[in-house]
């Protein structure tokens, strides 16, 4: 497959609007499993509704907190359909896309025929990463779907603003980046480096969202909104009005939560967010391998970090 560069002045995506429009809680939807173990459509529905009724505007479908790696294929590409069907006016869907480059192209134009606006672009995860790989391989995708912008997913120190600058003069449909490595010191050097008007969304969630909107980010993922959130939003909102100590309200109030997401290297992401939602009734707590359900000292800690964020009365629930 040849390494294309994309430079069709014709290119209908408009960078301005999506950029203004990602710059917001960009949420990371679980994907909940029958009892079976077989992805529930239904719930799954259900659950980007909620998102949605709660002031979401924009999922990431396959995402990490999705498990974007223990799904099968026909799985990722329902999920995104699904997502995608769930959608409002103002909602913009960003299919997650990966692995080898022929998957992640395939993935991509799936996306595009089924409404997608965006493609985020997990990093190819190989022993050995080039960072001019790299590029290669996120302007590939980009010119696959020109119509679709697209945020390449860093989290790695390898990819310097120059990688970045070059990727976005070969694929000017690449609108901003996911940016995940963990030290706001080298993510400002890299986002000055690579200069453009781009967005960059903090890759980390909402624990490190602080530190990386003083360095230029205005945007976050997030797998706890999936619990809560209003929680998100009010870290959100008081990032932009620059209310610092709003922002160290809601900090304290989600590091139990979130540390015990970032535990043992992240192990237990996914498995401490869908217990989360277990509690409240809103999904089971079953995951994929190689994700684990929680042990009984785990849930109870869990249960303890969420004691505070009941989910309202009247939501969809799970028996």
Same mark, same amino acid.
């Given at each position: ?33 029958d ?48 997502? +995608? ?19 992640a ?25 080039? @960072?001019?790989g ?9 010119? +696959?779907?020109p119509?679709?912008?697209v ?15 070059e ?27 690579a ?9 980390l ?12 980010? $205005? ?15 009010a ?53 994929? @391998? @190689? ?8 849930? $109870? ?5 969420v004691? +505070? ?7 969809e629930?799970?028996?």
């Open positions: 497959m040849t390494m294309p560069d994309l430079t069709d002045p014709t290119d209908p995506t408009d960078p301005t609007d999506l950029r203004d429009r990602l710059a917001t809680v960009v949420g990371i939807p679980v994907v909940p499993y009892p079976q173990g077989r992805v529930d459509t239904e719930r799954t529905a259900l659950l980007a509704d909620r998102l949605l009724d709660a002031g979401v505007t924009v999922l990431t479908p396959n995402g990490n907190t999705g498990e974007f790696y223990a799904l099968a294929p026909a799985e990722r590409r329902r999920v995104l359909e699904v997502v +995608a069907g769930a959608r409002r006016p103002d909602t913009v869907v960003v299919a997650g896309v990966g692995l080898d480059l022929e998957t192209v395939a993935d991509a134009r799936h996306a595009a025929a089924h409404g997608a606006q965006a493609v985020m672009i997990h990093q190819p995860v190989v022993p050995y990463l080039s @960072p001019d790299w590029v290669d391989y996120n302007a590939t995708v980009a010119a +696959a779907v119509e679709l912008a945020l390449p997913y860093v989290s790695t120190t390898a990819v310097a603003g120059r990688h970045v600058a990727l976005v003069r070969r694929a000017p449909n690449v609108v901003g980046l996911k940016y995940s490595v963990p030290d706001p010191v080298h993510f400002a050097a890299v986002r000055d480096d200069g453009h008007d781009l967005l960059w969304i903090a890759g969630a909402e624990s490190w969202a602080p530190a990386y909107w003083q360095a230029g980010a $205005r945007g976050f993922t997030s797998g706890l909104v999936n619990v809560a959130p209003e929680v998100s939003f870290l959100l909102e008081a990032l932009r009005a620059g209310d610092g100590a709003t922002v160290a309200r809601v900090s304290r109030q989600i590091r139990a939560f979130e540390a015990l997401r970032a535990r043992h290297g992240s192990a237990d992401n996914v498995s401490v967010v869908k217990e989360a939602m277990h509690l409240a009734g809103l999904c089971d707590r079953s995951v994929r @391998p @190689p994700s684990h359900v929680l042990d009984e000292a785990a849930r $109870r800690e869990v249960r303890e970090a004691a +505070a964020w009941a989910a309202p009365a009247g939501e629930r799970v028996a």
